[in-house]
């Protein structure tokens, strides 16, 4: 079965939402347009080097967006030292158990939260990263979505 957008639904699709690369600031990735035919994504943070001071960091985000300007943020993955151990993270979306409460998302979740059951057919990358001081805060990282 294939979807509109031509994705043979029974395979599964990855979707690279942040390349691998070395990152010296923060910016949002590109958005991907993913529509509406998934509704569980496994998404993996996988930080390979942060060779830097203690004090800097990296949070990584992923968000989801109705109209692809307005993105509201579903996963904020561990905050990441500037020195901290290459590791790599996952979080499930999945609106199977959406809950009974209302959620306000006028602002990122904490750190190491997920909001598991914001969707949109819009979904993106994005990153802060902060240089405690030195100049040379840098991180090696990617972000892929695996849609179930």
Same mark, same amino acid.
């Given at each position: 079965?294939?979807? &509109?957008?031509?994705?043979?639904?029974?395979?599964?699709?990855? !979707?690279?939402? #942040?390349?691998?690369?070395? =990152?010296?600031?923060?910016?949002?990735?590109?958005?991907? %347009? !993913?529509?509406?035919?998934? =509704?569980? %994504? +496994?998404? +993996?943070?996988? !930080?390979?080097?942060?060779?830097? /001071? #203690?004090?800097?960091?990296?949070?990584?985000?992923?968000? %989801?967006?109705?109209?692809?300007?307005?993105?509201?943020?579903? !996963?904020?993955?561990?905050?990441?030292?500037?020195?901290?151990? #290459?590791?790599?993270?996952? #979080?499930?979306?999945? &609106?199977?158990? &959406?809950?009974?409460?209302?959620?306000?998302?006028?602002?990122?979740?904490?750190?190491?939260?997920?909001? &598991?059951?914001?969707?949109?057919?819009?979904?993106?990358?994005?990153?802060?990263?902060?240089?405690?001081?030195?100049?040379?805060?840098?991180?090696? %990282?990617?972000?892929? /979505?695996?849609?179930?």
């Amino acid at each position: 079965m294939k979807s &509109p957008r031509g994705v043979e639904l029974l395979q599964g699709e990855q !979707i690279t939402l #942040a390349a691998s690369a070395a =990152r010296t600031v923060g910016a949002n990735g590109t958005s991907v %347009f !993913i529509g509406g035919e998934r =509704r569980r %994504f +496994v998404v +993996v943070n996988a !930080i390979t080097a942060s060779a830097t /001071a #203690a004090g800097d960091t990296l949070d990584v985000y992923v968000d %989801f967006s109705l109209d692809d300007v307005t993105f509201y943020n579903a !996963i904020h993955f561990t905050q990441q030292a500037g020195n901290g151990a #290459a590791r790599t993270e996952f #979080a499930v979306l999945d &609106p199977a158990n &959406p809950g009974t409460s209302v959620i306000n998302i006028t602002s990122d979740a904490a750190a190491a939260a997920v909001r &598991p059951a914001l969707f949109g057919p819009y979904m993106r990358a994005r990153w802060a990263i902060v240089d405690g001081g030195g100049g040379d805060s840098s991180h090696t %990282f990617s972000v892929v /979505a695996y849609a179930l």
